[in-house]
Each structure stands twice: as structure tokens, then as C-alpha cells.
């Protein structure tokens, strides 16, 4: 079984500072990690995927991720903050159930401040 | 765009009632999921088809079922609606050729009143 963890549902930051949204994953089987951003009134965009190949994975729009085994995380980082940043984060594993089927978390809704 | 497009985009019913909600999926695709978002949380997996057979089920009750059609097409079928079946519902798509990707559609707003 899969599960994923968000921790903080609610992330505020001014416009360029760092953005740091936390994931932890609980995985049987080697995982397969993703970061879907939602805008409002819209469906799910893929930011970054982690299929088991280079650690530090990066993703469209600057953001990166970092998948540590020992600690179970795979948080999302992005070094300066845009407005057009705002949005719901969603940290994503597959396996499971099903070829592809996710678990997904919670989400994290970020907020830019000017 | 992911090349996955669903129909309707918004809808109400009346709880009780049967509502089928459609997906196209990317071209080349022979996998597709349903998942139903409720507001304010993250997408729940309901069940996914692979060529045409269901491969995989989320804990939801058997008034949701689904099909998948030749040209991997899909639809969702939900019976004896009930209020908290109003939600987001995503299809998503992927393929031998998507690279472990998973693409999602913009989704149908259900309505149960």
C-alpha cells in the first residue's frame, strides 16, 4: 500500500523568496513520485516526475525535487517565487493498485505575497 | 494540453439520479483512470481500464462503474446519486509510450443537490 503526507496544508511566501512545499511517501514497493500543480477551476498539471533514475529531478516552471530513500520525502523546491505560482501543490505515488493507478496527498495551496 | 478532454465540464443532478461523465484520451493511450476530487481535498482513485478491462479499483461502491471502448475512449457511470458525489471528476490517460507519465483531463464539476 502507498500513502502520501503533505505537510501544511497552507504555505505563504513573498515573491521571490524560496518555496519549499514537504512531501513524505509510504511505499511497499519502489516508488514512482510526482508534483501535479492545480490551478483554480482546473484539472492537474504535471511538474515533475521521479521513475527511480537521477535523485534531484528537475521540472517545467524552475521547480525541483529531491527524492531521499532514508528519509522517505520528496519535497518541492523552487529558488525565487512568481506570482503566477499560486496555486494547489499535489504530491503524487503510483503503485499500488493498478498498472499507473496514484495515491495522491492532500495538497499544499500556496500563497505569493507581492 | 494533455490531450485528454472530458464532457460534460459542469452538471447538476438531482440525488438519486444516473449520470455518465466521457473522456478521450491522448492518442495512443490504452490506459485510463478515474479519480473524484472532493473540494478542498486531494483526487481519490476510483478505478482504472487498461485495453478495455477493468485492472484496478479504488474503495468506492459498485454504483460506480466504468467502460472503456476500442478507441480507449472511457466513460463513468455513477447510479442512485448521492449529495457527497458532488465533486471534480479527472480522468486521466497513459501509455507503453508516456514514460510512466500520468496526463489529465480538465475534469466534470458533478453537482448533487
Known amino acids: 500500500a502507498q500513502s502520501v503526507t503533505q505537510l501544511g496544508s497552507h504555505v505563504s511566501v513573498s515573491e521571490g523568496a524560496l518555496v519549499l512545499l514537504r512531501c513524505n511517501y509510504s511505499?511497499?514497493?519502489?516508488?514512482?513520485l510526482f508534483w501535479y500543480v492545480q490551478y483554480p477551476n482546473q484539472g492537474l498539471q504535471l511538474l515533475l516526475k521521479?521513475?527511480?533514475?537521477?535523485?534531484l529531478v528537475k521540472g517545467i516552471n524552475g521547480f525541483e525535487a529531491e527524492f531521499k530513500k532514508s528519509e522517505t520525502s520528496f519535497h518541492l523546491t523552487k529558488p525565487s517565487a512568481h506570482m503566477s505560482d499560486a496555486a494547489e501543490y499535489f504530491c503524487?505515488?503510483?503503485?499500488?493498485?493498478?498498472?499507473?493507478?496514484?495515491?495522491f496527498g492532500s495538497g499544499t495551496r500556496l500563497q505569493v505575497q507581492p | 494540453e494533455t490531450g485528454v478532454t472530458q464532457s460534460p465540464t459542469h452538471l447538476i443532478k438531482t440525488r438519486g439520479q444516473q449520470v455518465t461523465l466521457r473522456c478521450s484520451s491522448q492518442?495512443?493511450?490504452?490506459?485510463v483512470s478515474w479519480y473524484q476530487q472532493a473540494l478542498g481535498q486531494g483526487p481519490q482513485f476510483i478505478f482504472q481500464?487498461?485495453?478495455?478491462?477493468?485492472?484496478g479499483r479504488g474503495n468506492f461502491p459498485p454504483r460506480f462503474s466504468g467502460l472503456q471502448f476500442p478507441n480507449y475512449s472511457s466513460e463513468l457511470n455513477v447510479n442512485a446519486l448521492e449529495l457527497d458525489d458532488s465533486a471534480l471528476y479527472l480522468c486521466?490517460?497513459?501509455?507503453?509510450?508516456?514514460?510512466?507519465?500520468?496526463?489529465f483531463g480538465e475534469g466534470s464539476w458533478l453537482t448533487v443537490v
Open positions: 521521479y521513475t527511480s533514475a537521477a535523485t
Open positions: 486521466a490517460s497513459s501509455g507503453d509510450t508516456s514514460g510512466n507519465t500520468i496526463y
Open positions: 492518442s495512443g493511450h490504452n490506459t
Open positions: 511505499s511497499s514497493v519502489p516508488p514512482y
Open positions: 503524487a505515488v503510483s503503485g499500488g493498485t493498478g498498472r499507473r493507478a496514484l495515491t
Open positions: 481500464y487498461y485495453r478495455e478491462e477493468e485492472n
